[in-house]
């Protein structure tokens, strides 16, 4: 079954930028959208069609997508933006089956 | 504005059967594509599955460790979603949570199922 990769975690300090990455074998021909999860909380979409921002989600919040690749970019990340991030993809040619990724733990200190 | 209050849920012993319902108001719920997902404790997201549209054909399609024994339904009439589960797992243990959208932007409150015995 199709698979998405992410790194388990992620650190930085208040002000830096922060990255996470996606790695899928369909990702040059399907879209990667991004998801933020705060604890206890439900998800948040941040990012669809690999770079749009949803309407209320912080400039600072930004995607990409080259190749097997999709990048998250959190640039002068906040401690607020300390959360888990999953992004979310299909494999199958006529997207009947989706799939997350096994998430990035974001630490901001 | 959009609301997905969702109910059902609680304890059920391996092999076992219990149904999730999602009210859903707010949009056009007959137009939406809705999808199931859950999450293990300290665990990461899981795509459950998603159903089509009436118009579209209504067809669901499940991820494949509840493929054959969950089944996803609406009632557009009602604007209510349900998952019904059967032959329950231990590792079906999860906060389940319905969601709008074939690429959700709007999310139930989530609901806890414990397979335990």
């Known amino acids: 079954s199709y698979e998405l990769t992410q790194p388990p975690s992620v650190s930085v300090s208040p002000g830096q930028t922060a990255r996470i990455t996606c790695s899928g074998d369909a990702l040059p021909k399907k879209f990667a959208f991004w998801y933020q999860q705060k604890s206890g909380q439900a998800p948040l979409l941040i990012i669809y069609e690999d770079n749009k921002l949803p309407s209320g989600i912080a400039d600072r919040f930004s995607g990409s997508s080259s190749g097997t690749l999709a990048t998250l970019t959190i640039s002068e990340a906040q401690v607020e933006d300390e959360a888990d991030y999953y992004c979310y993809s299909t494999g199958d040619s006529d997207s009947h089956n989706w799939v997350f990724g096994g998430g990035t733990k974001l630490t901001v200190l | 504005e959009v609301h997905l209050v969702q109910s059902g849920g609680g304890l059920v012993t391996p092999g076992g059967s219990l149904i999730l319902a999602c009210a859903a108001s707010g949009f056009n719920f007959t137009d939406a594509w809705m999808t199931w997902v859950r999450q293990a404790p300290g665990k990461g997201l899981e795509w459950v599955g998603r159903?089509?549209?009436?118009?579209?054909?209504?067809?669901?399609d499940y991820g494949a460790p509840v493929r054959g024994r969950f089944v996803i339904s609406r009632d557009d009439s009602k604007t209510m979603l349900f998952l019904q589960m059967n032959s329950l797992k231990t590792e079906d243990t999860a906060v389940y949570y319905c969601a709008a959208g074939i690429v959700p932007a709007r999310w139930g409150q989530g609901t806890l199922v414990t397979v335990s015995s």
């Open positions: 159903i089509a549209t009436k118009r579209d054909g209504g067809t669901a």
